[in-house]
């Protein structure tokens, strides 16, 4: 894509330039926000309809969460995770989703980093897939709790060793010196253990369930008229209804 703006009437600060070198050595000054602004798509493969979606929405998770692993999807379990803290200030980052159970969605994680922190203090959460191949997302919120340490035992146990060792050496969301710190951490942790030695879980690392009360599928749709289906939890089960894009 081609802008031939002079960046300068834009009045926008050197940082915001971005000069790709084009073939035949003819520079092209294209800024980002132009470009973010010239780029979208429009959905068309698939529709939302509620009478094929079962009543149960871990169900159609699944369903969906399957579909994306099959085309290959990078990191299909991938999910953000949004928390706030005790003042109210939210936060975000991505976890990996590790078991899907009728009750909710399993991750795992350091509970002394600052979303453990954060969940302390606000047991709350909303997660978040983005499937770009199938123009898909999904929004999660719900009540967080920790696993029983018998389970998050059983998960850390089933982890490949150096990603136990990791788990035990990053003191997670601190300020480290430099990167030497955190090799020097892994490497005494490895000597304990050997390569092919175990580790007992770390006290601060474990496993957190959320536990839905709505989940949203979302679905692209021609002319940015998006289909959107939102489960509420309502008694023991669940009402379904369709939002606005
Ligand atoms: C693809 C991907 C998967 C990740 N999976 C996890 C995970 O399962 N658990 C975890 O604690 N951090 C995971 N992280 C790192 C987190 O995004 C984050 O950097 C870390 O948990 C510290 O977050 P916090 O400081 O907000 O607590 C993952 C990051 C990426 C990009």
Redesign the pocket.
Known sequence: MKLRQPLRTLGLPCRDRWRPRIRGCVAVEVTLVNALHAMRRDYAEHHLDPGMFAEDPMKQFKAWLEEARDLEIL?PN?MTLATVDGSGCP?A????L?EIRPTGFV????YA????EQLRCQPRAALVFFWDRLERQVRIVGSVERLPNEESDRYFASRPVRSQIAAAASP??RVLLDRRELQARFDAIALTCGTEGRLDRPATWGGYLVAPRSIEFWQGRRSRLHDRLRYMRENDGWRIERLAP
Request: glycine fraction near 6%; hydrophobic fraction near 35%; charge should be positive.
């Open positions: 990191e991938a936060d980052r991505v976890v990996l590790k991750f795992f994680s350091n980093s600052s979303k453990g997670q969301s």
